[in-house]
């Protein structure tokens, strides 16, 4: 198992490796000029010269991707406003409109993105799993009916309506007003400031996890395994429960990594609607300013938590079906 895991993690590392070197010269290697596009139409040439030195614009393409990488690794120094400043490791270089060391910005924004994903992530897997599988235990009976039912409803309606509906009527007396306080100061500030986020994501979400856990356990409960532990006399609660969801786990993890990071980078519209300074929002706002060094950063922290999620469903998957790993 210790070899697969390690084959994985380097084929994580390449592919990560290969997404900064892409990243890299879709923004900065661009035919446009690049410091003239972060610093305006109304720049001096002065300052158009800075931004070049700062991004190492002035020197040949391998050397600056090396530059950079080599920030992310050990830190480098760079000027800035006529000083040199050390970028301590991992350096992502320099916000230009507030002079501030990009992972710095995405260091405050990230604490928000993953609070929202990883809280709504959970709503909508427990809920989503115990309702599927009720549905699939209960198969054809009125139970049944009214979870797809109620499930196809809700996914009929964008997403984008459901948040701004209950941002609108919810937030405004039967709902904590929607928040950001750090966990470390104060975790109840935390959990309701966020409390109207999670469930309009969890909620949603789970429409969906209701319909795959659902498929997913009928099938299970229709495998050569689960009919011998009821010739058995095994209880049917721990036939479902113990013998048929971890079969039927498989396939929902999947779609569970993958979602947590798809919703990691598409956070904007749950953000936006509720006022939570995380990942979506300070990228639009880069994006508004022409700041590519964050928005170089974002797009490197993007490709970060994907490989990273799909690394730890690559794990789970050895613990929850062991044939994987001797494939």
């Not at 084929?11 to 010269?25: C, G």
């Not at 050397?63 to 990488?69: E, G, H, K, R, V």
């Not at 009919?227 to 079969?247: F, L």
Request: proline residues 6%; aromatic residues 8%.
């Amino acid at each position: 198992m210790l070899f697969y895991i390690l084959r994985r993690l380097v084929s994580a590392i390449s592919v990560v490796f290969v997404t900064i070197v892409a990243s890299y010269a879709l923004f900065l290697l661009a035919p446009t000029d690049p410091a003239g596009t972060i610093c305006g139409p109304k720049c001096t040439p002065d300052k158009v010269e800075e931004i070049t030195k700062n991004l190492n614009l002035d020197k040949p393409a391998v050397t600056q991707i090396a530059d950079y990488l080599k920030g992310i690794v050990v830190g480098r120094d760079m000027e800035l406003g006529g000083t040199v400043r050390h970028c301590g490791a991992p350096c992502l270089g320099y916000s230009f409109p507030t002079s501030q060391p990009v992972t710095k910005i995405l260091g405050n924004a990230l604490p928000v993105t993953l609070s929202i994903v990883l809280g709504g992530a959970i709503i909508y897997s427990v809920v989503g799993l115990l309702t599927g599988t009720l549905a699939a235990r209960y198969r054809s009976s009125t139970l049944d009916r009214i979870a797809v039912g109620t499930s196809l409803v809700v996914n009929s309606v964008p997403y984008f309506v459901v948040a701004l509906l209950v941002a609108l009527y919810l937030t405004r007396g039967f709902l904590p007003r929607p928040e950001w306080h750090p966990f470390d100061q104060n975790p109840l500030l935390w959990a309701t400031g966020l409390l109207a986020a999670w469930l309009t994501l969890g909620l949603t979400n789970a429409a969906s996890y209701t319909r795959y856990s659902r498929a997913s356990m009928i099938e299970s409960l229709g495998q050569d395994f689960v009919r011998t532990a009821r010739s058995k006399g095994i209880s049917e609660r721990r036939v479902v429960y113990r013998h048929g969801v971890r079969a039927a786990l498989t396939p929902v993890v999947t779609i569970l990594g993958l979602d947590v990071a798809y919703q990691f980078v598409n956070t904007l519209f749950t953000e936006s609607i509720f006022g939570l300074p995380g990942l979506g929002v300070m990228t639009l706002r880069a994006f508004a300013q022409y700041d590519l060094p964050v928005l170089l950063g974002s797009v490197i922290i993007g490709a970060v938590v994907l490989v990273l999620m799909n690394l730890i469903v690559d794990i789970i998957y050895t613990v929850l079906d062991p044939r994987v790993r001797l494939g």
